[in-house]
């Protein structure tokens, strides 16, 4: 996958100390690569038993320090220009919005963490505070994730309401046609309809530049619609906008698209904020 951020752009990827595997990194290095941007590793730990004593604090940062290192060499031999960046703060999810915001991130690269109904309900969890938070695109990683897969989904809502839906529209395949672009993906579109009206596919078709065959949709839920599309054509990934208004994010308890994808589906969810 290549998103064309450029090389003055930043690609911002956040580490999970607690984990063997980063599958973030690995993701986040095939962009920055592809684009030859700039690629900044950032890692925030916490401990409250510790809050307090320096020596500690000092000596957990300087070994996630070496830790990040050991992880950028391949990048570096590489020739990306790699920083690094480790941060003991108890609110380590906004620290991640606050981290990102500073470094100009053009993409935020994060592997997804995975939570029951309820607990996106009631959790404050990292990917809810990045979600909302955020201004720049976000890449949600799947360890489940096969990119052995040929194709990627662009889900977009038909007969948009209001003009900040039709350019999110727009922005969501644009990101999707270039991922598909520059992985050798086949490009597909979902949509749901409203209410039980069966969707016009020959309309749909026409209304995103796609072969009948590469368009998908049903009525019902946003959610299960874009998750049984997703499945249906085996995507790797799947890009969906974020409003910023008040339609998807004034609450904590309004369910998500992204939230929902990140729990149900094997797939990375690329997330395009209006406006990015």
């Known amino acids: 996958m290549r998103i064309q951020l450029g090389p003055e752009a930043t690609v911002f990827a956040v580490l999970d100390p607690t984990r063997m595997v980063q599958p973030a990194l690995e993701r986040a290095e095939t962009v920055a690569r592809g684009a030859r941007s700039k690629l900044h590793l950032f890692c925030c730990t916490h401990d409250a038993?510790?809050?307090g004593v320096q020596e500690?604090?000092?000596a957990v940062i300087a070994e996630l320090a070496d830790w990040i290192d050991r992880l950028a060499v391949r990048a570096?031999?590489?020739?990306?220009s790699v920083t690094t960046q480790v941060e003991w703060l108890e609110d380590w999810r906004q620290a991640i919005v606050d981290a990102a915001a500073a470094a100009d991130a053009g993409l935020v690269v994060k592997t997804a963490s995975r939570h029951s109904a309820l607990g996106r309900r009631f959790l404050r969890t990292s990917d809810w505070t990045l979600l909302r938070e955020s201004h720049c695109p976000i890449l949600l990683v799947s360890d489940r994730s096969r990119w052995d897969r040929k194709a990627v989904l662009a889900a977009v809502k038909?007969?948009?309401e209001d003009a900040t839906y039709d350019q999110l529209n727009?922005?969501?395949l644009s990101v999707a046609s270039a991922i598909a672009e520059n992985a050798g993906f086949e490009l597909h579109a979902v949509s749901a309809s409203e209410g039980e009206a069966l969707l016009d596919r020959q309309k749909f078709a026409d209304a995103v530049n796609l072969p009948r065959n590469c368009v998908h949709g049903a009525p019902g839920s946003p959610y299960e619609v874009i998750a049984?599309?997703?499945s249906d054509v085996g995507a790797a990934v799947v890009v969906v906008g974020s409003p910023t208004s008040s339609i998807?994010?004034?609450t904590l308890t309004k369910a998500h698209t992204a939230h929902w994808l990140i729990d149900h589906v094997d797939t990375d969810v690329f997330?395009?904020?209006a406006g990015a």
């Open 49 to 51: 038993d510790q809050e």
């Open 56 to 58: 500690h604090q000092q």
């Open 76 to 80: 570096r031999d590489e020739g990306l």
């Open 158 to 160: 038909l007969d948009p």
């Open 170 to 172: 727009k922005d969501v």
């Open 228 to 230: 049984e599309a997703a």
């Open 248 to 250: 998807a994010r004034d």
């Open 271 to 273: 997330v395009v904020p």
